[in-house]
């Protein structure tokens, strides 16, 4: 192989795997949440630290 056709390889391989890092990174952002929230009840929301029983 002549010196362009290694680098035409190179950069091909090159953009193959920023293609594969733009798809992974694309379903992160815009992919499926798979993270369910509940509504957290009032007394839910913080502990109260301060309210534990001293032995």
Do not use: H, W
């Not at 056709?5 to 379903?27: G, M, P, W, Y």
């Amino acid at each position: 192989m002549d010196e362009k056709d290694k680098r035409i390889k190179e950069l091909e391989q090159q953009v193959a795997e920023l293609n594969e890092r733009i798809a992974f990174l694309t379903s992160k952002l815009f992919g499926k949440k798979t993270e369910k929230t509940r509504r957290l009840q009032e007394d839910d929301r913080q502990l109260d630290l301060f309210d534990l029983e001293e032995e």
